[in-house]
């Protein structure tokens, strides 16, 4: 996708939602008298702009384009209904082409030039993490649709998430290879530059050696690599009866058809950054079989799921993944929690979602703990082609 195009995603948002202002606030620094003025002009205007900053290119670029289009449908039905106290909403969308130093610059551009009310993204928790603490300290709340790392929300008390964590995500893998599968070895491939990748293998290794079961090799790559020969025949000696590699949808696609090649016919399993149209494209039949962690299914017979896919597909003429159907909840949770606000101050949006108990999203019923953490279940799906087919739910 050409930058072209993702200029043409910021203009065509501020063209159908018109362009408002907002005053971000100071940093901790600068005390309660910078944070009170900064307050008091944030519902100034006719319009309310909210940033998104996501991986519209790059390796993982499908990741923002789902989360994107859910985004913008939140948006775009929010306005027809006459926004959010007679105030319009509109989207800045900006690429950090899915690099972590690109993250913090278009979020510093967010806040500081642009002058967003609030921010939503990233997918990757590295990127969340490199942002995160921009939000935080110029108090604008921040809302990851689908970054799973404990660490982002810790930054602050203006940094949300609209999904789970990996110590559960790593959990539900790890009971899954045991109590499903009925697997005792498994072997792991994590991607050691992503935090992500990084601790949801810690999670799964630990868990699972809890149930009793071993891990007979713990091997690494790193984001980019094309040939994983080396560690997938380490990783053959040890003959595991499931190989999990929390990783994102390239490299495992990529990992996938290598395995296969040296006759590894052992199960692969992973998590939620398998979720791609993609995945099935790069790894053909060599991915099919395998097991993954989600957030929802599209074979749900809920009726909130199945009115947002038809909506979905009459918008985008696809089936949503569920990076859209996150994303279009952490957007309809900011949106909610501006409407319930006493006022569209930062300090008055940030109490609100703080505040967040049972909404009915797409991916289920949200709560924010006291860590402002999503508490919520998963669903484990296996590939089948390019259907990704319901397996079990696993509650936390």
């Known amino acids: ?39 008091a002009t944030v519902s100034s205007g006719n319009d309310i702009k909210v940033g998104e900053y996501g991986s519209m290119t790059g390796s993982e670029a499908t990741f923002g384009i789902s989360s994107h289009h859910g985004i913008e449908m939140a948006f775009e039905e929010q306005n027809k209904k006459g926004g959010i106290k007679g105030k319009k909403l509109t989207l800045i969308s900006l690429d950090n082409e899915g690099k972590s130093e690109q993250a913090a610059a278009v979020v510093t551009r967010l806040i500081k030039q642009d002058k967003v009310v609030a921010v939503l993204g990233e997918v990757a928790s590295s990127r969340s993490l490199a942002a995160a603490p921009i939000a935080q300290e110029a108090h604008i709340p921040l809302i990851t649709p689908s970054s799973t790392n404990p660490k982002v929300t810790e930054v602050g008390n203006y940094i949300f998430r609209v999904c789970f964590i990996d110590p559960f ?15 005792k070895k498994v072997a792991i491939l994590r991607d050691v530059k992503s935090d992500y990748s990084v601790g949801l293998a810690d999670y799964f290794s630990e868990t699972f050696k809890k149930m009793g079961g071993e891990i007979v090799a ?12 080396g560690q997938l025949t380490a990783i053959r000696a040890k003959k595991p009866e499931a190989i999990f590699i929390p990783g994102y949808y390239t490299e495992v696609g990529l990992i996938a058809r290598q395995a296969r090649q040296l006759g590894i016919k052992a199960p692969m399993l992973g998590g939620d950054g398998w979720d791609s149209s993609k995945l099935y494209e790069i790894g053909k039949d060599a991915i099919n079989g395998s097991y993954f962690s989600s957030h929802y299914t599209t074979e ?29 909840d952490a957007a309809r949770v900011l949106i909610s929690a501006m409407d319930r606000a006493s006022d569209l ?11 967040t108990k049972d909404f009915a999203g797409v991916t289920g019923k949200i709560t924010l703990n006291d860590h402002r953490d999503a508490v919520k279940s998963a669903v484990v799906v296996r590939v089948d082609g390019n259907t990704n087919r319901f397996v079990t739910t696993i509650n936390p």
């Open 1 to 39: 996708m050409q930058n072209q195009f993702i200029r043409s995603l910021v203009i065509a948002s501020t063209l159908v939602l018109a362009a408002g202002c907002v005053k971000k606030s100071g940093s901790d620094a600068a005390g309660n008298a910078s944070q009170a003025a900064a307050d």
């Open 169 to 183: 995500q790593g959990t539900v893998m790890a009971k899954f290879a045991s109590e499903n599968l009925k697997v």
């Open 218 to 229: 713990d091997q690494s790559y790193q984001s980019g690599e094309i040939d994983f020969k």
């Open 300 to 328: 749900s017979t809920d009726p909130v799921v199945q009115d947002f896919i038809k909506r979905y597909k009459e918008r985008y003429n696809e089936v949503p993944d569920a990076l859209a159907a996150l994303a279009y």
């Open 345 to 355: 101050s930062s300090n008055g949006i940030r109490d609100a979602i703080a505040s």
